[in-house]
């Protein structure tokens, strides 16, 4: 079946729907279109060009058996016209047709199309601010945007810089740019944490904690006013909640979030949603049966909340675009929608998750509650290990898995955990089904009671009211609050680990090995509110269980213990 | 409610059924024995305690806050009475007694019960061989026999030894005992492959190649038939197929299996399957109410056949022994059966898998096929790196998925590939989904389109009849044959690639690079067997595609590609 099939974009879905269409109807002809020079590049690999690792630009082009994707291999290869640098002007839905010009030589031409694709992607956000166009500011836009910044450090003229926006590519240009470079970088968020969407603030601080020990400097709860300089960017203003603050800086980072590029949809008169991206059906179809959209310019369903919303990820291109070569071969094919799987490698931790944090959840209008747990990634006999901490949310009542979410200086361990979680995140798992999930096992890899099931195992005993914990933030407020309060600091470790904190806080810290408590409950006042902590959370939980059945009403347990406290730099100082 | 419980086995299931019964209802008694004197061990950390990677037995036994879990430790810290040393005799269910004898005192005593649970574990097959009950011959029993083996080894009397079975456990020891010891190591197999009942031939020698690098004999297809020696081992003698060797030798380690302990279950009269363990239902209870079993000692379900299997695994364990704890306390929980998750470090490999192999498939009376996908494990721009390969077993018709496993050097995520699939597994999905997972994504993890996805996506096609593979072992059989058959081999990949293969086989080997396919289809013959190759598969199936469309009936493209030939020594010898 001879048909007509404009892709306009080529980046990462584009490419993708290219090749599967050609495959599939090798009839078909197939023009892919995008304004930049460079396409089916990996964008995501842009940190890692910045930062060294990635040593030419044109690897981020390749194929893995190192050809570079270029209009000549795209047309060999691949029986598909690629056109770079040739912008879509305007699309006539009637006349089924689309106007590009050629960036380069200015002319015009009229593509018709039986089916057509929108790969538009996404632009970054830039803050509306005075000198936001001062030479020395950039966005992560797309590969000669990197090729600008590594410019300018190879050079050798940047000695500071700014990355405004701690989000996944903030912290990823902050570290490419502070560990291979050695520049002196500071980030500036907007709000109390890193990664404020995705990590709660007791993981996050883990996260801010080992890149400020790399000599990452962090303004939270700041905000960049102004950016100054003599034709180049010298200065940069910080509004913060303590005032202002005037940093000197060679370079500027933004990176402040993405808005899908929907101009194209909305003149054509495509459905496009307030938050901004193109709005498709399960099968990525818009609202003219015509046209489909994918990638960062369209919105998806999100499988927890079941509501729409915007993930831009290479990875879900990717899949969309098989999807839409599917479906324009017809081949009837959907895409169910995304759970919000996500993971960074930030020196030498690393965070990922799956669902909706706490906040999420909770603005979403659920009734959610999360603990944290810790616990070694594998067998704790086994020499090569590192702490993982895992936070669960889940819902009251339905005990349903909102989202999980982690840290671990083994990235790969922690990779896999969260896979698993999202494997099964379409099936709406119970707190249950985390307690049974059947993983891989054996020392080198992980315990016999693998930190997942741990998981499971705690939400279910907090969900059936056997257990109750507390965040590393609620127990440093609590100790911070300790003088005015009559709250009871238990440690339910052996006397040495608490010995310490009973000398740094006399009267306040106490020590009952949890062996002994059953026997010393009379050490226990009952009119006060008891805070248990062990080093892992789990002999605490066993002292609660003791409390509870002695009939202690007010107690609470450290969940993930004091390793969490510590990695948290929630722990009593001492 | 005082209730008693009696727990008969006191390794992995036995004190995690305690604990958790006495968390749930403090005023139980709970009573736990076992035969051996070390009790509540990490079974599976014995080849790292021979290894010398974990430094001291008691490290196997401990928590990871480095308290000895024995019977004082459960005394003080669980509330839970732990005889060791304690054989139980005989249960008389009609008086809900089981009477105890003390291996050390001959003592004997008669417990009642409310519940029992039997957690009496497994026991390793011995082959009925001459020689098989001389010193030197040891099988991985338990902590004692582990004790004995390090033993013998830092005495410095074992310079040769021969592992009898090249399952988990016996490749395991292998590495033990060759990586730190240095000691000349034999495997002897009775099957063609190394790890027979979970990996296909193709990953299998990818394993066995590895071992053979680092200096380990493998005797695959071979039958010890005789153990021979003056007070202590000296020789084996192994048949093969190509007669009988007789092996100089200081130790031989038995390796052959395990034999579920149900002869107390038989005794008393409990239903028992005929391939042995103790038949529970989905709440682990055996056919008398009364009296639950888990762990080694019992039959579990097969989530993907249905059928009852049986897997001793430490992960397993832990698991049932939380659902009987429930169960024992009143809380109704199911075990809902296992897909039959695995993974296992040897040297620098990593091997994993879930489900069923091809062969088990078949064996099962599915109507199976499976494909091998190699890709590397993360972006294949990033630095760091290996080929991963994934083997997916699925139905023809359905699509339902059986099986993958996979190999790598990268365990973790490896590890992490396959934990997902298996949390999916109760799900019983299909290759679409597959194709659609979620797995969280960044560069230093993972590619945009994941290898779990390509896997999904190439078995998609050749359910749909788009793509027919071969597997390395079926390529070699048909390069072997090549003399006698008109089989036209096609190397995709540019010619510097190709060269060295057009030079050794000149007139059977070919090379068309795949972008000038379509236009050399004149030098492709139309009447005989085209079996494509490039390097991963991804060049071939483009390849397959263009020869299908042009009408050629018999073509067939190996998955996985030269890298997965030559990790399986399939590869044509250059």
Redesign the interface.
């Known amino acids: 079946m001879r048909e007509n099939i404009v892709i306009i974009g080529a980046v ?1 879905l584009g490419p ?1 729907v290219a090749c599967r269409c050609k ?2 109807n ?1 009839e078909a002809r197939v023009v892919m279109l995008d304004r930049g020079g460079r396409i089916s590049y ?1 964008g ?2 842009i940190p ?1 060009y910045v930062s060294g ?2 040593s030419d630009a044109d ?2 082009q ?4 190192h050809m570079l994707r270029d209009a000549p ?1 795209f047309r ?4 598909v016209e690629a056109r770079p640098r040739t912008e879509a002007v305007r699309i006539d839905r009637a006349k089924k047709t689309v106007l590009t010009r050629n960036l380069d030589t200015g002319a015009e031409e009229t593509l018709s199309y039986d089916k057509l694709v929108l790969a538009t992607g996404s632009t970054p956000r830039a803050l509306p601010i005075p000198g936001a166009d001062l030479p020395g500011v950039h966005a992560v836009a797309d590969l000669d945007a990197a090729i600008a910044i590594r410019a300018a450090l190879t050079a050798g003229s940047v000695g500071r810089a700014v990355v405004v926006g701690a989000g ?1 590519i903030g912290l990823e240009m902050a570290v490419a740019l502070a560990d291979m470079w050695g520049v002196e970088t500071t980030v500036v968020e907007y709000a109390p944490g890193v990664l404020p969407t995705v990590l709660s603030p007791g993981l996050a601080s883990m996260i801010e904690r080992h890149m400020h020990e790399k000599d990452i400097s962090f303004r939270l709860g700041g905000q960049v006013t102004r950016i100054e300089g003599d034709g180049k960017v010298e200065r940069v203003a910080i509004k913060t909640p303590n005032g202002e603050e005037v940093m000197e800086t060679d370079m500027v980072v933004m990176s402040v979030g993405v808005t899908p590029n929907t101009e194209l949809a909305r003149a054509a008169g495509l459905e496009c949603s307030a938050r901004g991206g193109v709005v498709v059906d399960g099968n990525m179809r818009t609202s003219d049966p015509s046209i489909y959209a994918g990638g960062d310019c369209a919105e998806i369903r999100n499988l927890v909340t079941g509501k729409p919303f915007f993930l831009p ?7 969309q675009g ?2 839409i070569g599917d479906n324009l071969c017809g081949i009837s094919s959907r ?2 929608g ?2 919000g ?5 930030l020196f030498e931790q690393n965070a ?3 669902g909706l944090t706490l906040d999420a959840a909770r603005r979403s209008g659920l009734d959610a509650f999360s603990i944290i747990v810790s ?2 990634d594998r ?5 090569d290990k590192a702490f993982m901490f895992l936070e669960l949310v889940a819902e009251h009542g339905t005990g349903r898995v909102l989202g999980v979410q982690g840290v671990c200086a ?4 922690l ?13 709406r798992p119970t707190v249950e089904e985390l ?12 315990s ?3 930190i997942v ?1 741990v998981l499971g ?1 705690v939400g279910g005993n907090v969900l059936a009211g ?1 257990n109750k914990s507390i965040a590393p933030q609620e127990f440093a407020r609590l100790f911070a609050e300790r003088d005015g309060s009559d709250v009871f600091f238990l440690d339910c ?1 052996e006397h040495p680990n608490a010995e310490p904190y009973l000398k740094a806080y006399p009267g306040v810290w106490h020590n009952i090995p ?3 408590l ?1 026997g010393r409950l009379k050490e226990v006042p009952r009119d006060r509110k008891i805070v248990l902590v ?3 959370g789990a ?1 605490s939980y ?1 002292a609660f ?2 409390l509870a ?1 002695a009939g202690y009403a007010d107690v609470v347990n450290v969940a993930g213990g004091m390793a969490t406290l510590r990695m948290a730099g929630a722990d009593p100082k001492v």
Chains 1, 2 share one sequence.
């Open positions: 990462a993708k495959r599939l090798p990996g995501c690999g890692y690792d990635v690897e981020l390749s194929t893995s058996f291999f060999d290869i691949k029986g996944f990820l290479g990875s879900l291109a990717n899949r098989r999807v895409f169910p995304a759970a799987a996500w993971c960074v490698k990922a998750g799956v616990q070694f067998a704790h006999f086994y020499p083994m990235g790969d361990a990779v896999g955990r969260i896979g698993a979680v999202s494997a099964l995140m379409p099936h307690s049974l999930l059947e993983l891989p096992y054996s020392p080198p890899f992980n016999a009671m693998d099931n195992n056997r470790r949890q062996g002994q059953a062990c080093n892992s002999r066993e269980v003791t059945h």
